[in-house]
């Protein structure tokens, strides 16, 4: 059994950053691929960014390319998620999902945890 919980999430001013943070319970964090997506009112889950469980490959969808990285640190079971640039069509919540031995890329139904989720929102 993992748990996750989310940190960081705040309102900022366009052009701001924000660091989330995502902190796992258990002894198997490093056996999990780790991601962030997120969720606007009346839009789907988006998979946002992914780190695979070795921490060698990431991933990023094209809207965030470029301004959001993702990192890991398996000695203290931590994710990260560094967003820059931020712009008001960032705004939503963030969750921090782990997939047993997955790859820097999966799917919300792939996804074995959830965290709560933390909100962001960026004013214009």
């Known amino acids: 059994q993992v748990q996750l919980v989310e940190s960081g999430g705040e309102m900022v001013q366009a052009g701001g950053s924000l660091r989330l943070s995502c902190v796992a319970s258990?002894?198997?964090?490093?056996?999990?691929?780790m991601g962030w997506f997120r969720q606007a009112p009346g839009k789907e889950r988006e998979f946002v960014a992914g780190i695979s469980y070795t921490g060698r490959n990431t991933y990023y969808a094209d809207s965030v390319k470029g301004r959001f990285i993702i990192s890991r640190d398996n000695a203290k079971n931590t994710v990260t998620l560094r967003m820059d640039s931020l712009k008001p069509e960032d705004t939503a919540v963030y969750y921090c999902?782990?997939?047993?031995?997955?790859?820097?890329?999966?799917?919300?139904?792939?996804?074995?945890?959830w965290g709560q989720g933390t909100q962001v929102t960026v004013s214009s």
């Open positions: 999902a782990a997939h047993l031995y997955g790859s820097k890329r999966f799917t919300a139904d792939e996804s074995d945890y």
């Open positions: 258990g002894r198997t964090f490093s056996s999990y691929a």
